[in-house]
């Protein structure tokens, strides 16, 4: 960010003259706060996305089987829950699985419908 910061100074700086001096000084602040609020932004939208969820003190079965099914305790946050999803569809997914027998691609296939239908829920139930 301060790459882009020091060359927007220097195109500035090289379409001013010397008396302009008060309003690149009004610039370098506007541009600071401008960037100031964009590395803002990220580090708010990153804070969102790793949120812990609390659930209630009686959950909804469909949600507790599916923290089981992903292999996760329940209230994992947003990005453990992405994280297992991700290592868990890789190992079932039916084209990693095409080399094995018939019946270990149905199992896997049938696994990988688990896992899938299992994320929806925390996804839906979790608003991510």
């Given amino acids: 960010m301060n790459q882009i910061f020091r060359r ?18 009004n610039e370098d602040d506007e541009l600071r706060k401008i960037i100031d609020s964009l590395n803002n932004e990220g580090k708010s939208k990153k804070e969102s996305e790793s949120r812990t969820y609390t659930p209630p003190a009686a959950s ?12 996760l305790r329940e209230g994992a946050s947003v990005d453990d829950i ?3 999803y991700k290592n868990l ?8 699985v095409s080399g094995l027998s018939q ?3 149905t199992v896997a296939y049938k696994k990988a ?4 239908q299992a ?3 925390l996804e839906k139930h979790m608003n991510f």
């Fill in 8 to 25: 927007i100074k220097r195109i500035i700086k090289s379409n001013l003259s010397d008396n302009n001096v008060d309003f690149m000084q």
């Fill in 60 to 71: 909804d079965p469909k949600v507790v089987n599916a923290y089981k099914t992903l292999g």
């Fill in 82 to 84: 992405k994280s297992a």
């Fill in 89 to 96: 569809i890789k190992r079932y997914h039916p084209d990693r």
């Fill in 103 to 105: 019946s270990e691609q």
């Fill in 113 to 116: 419908q688990e896992i899938n």
């Fill in 119 to 121: 994320y929806a829920i």
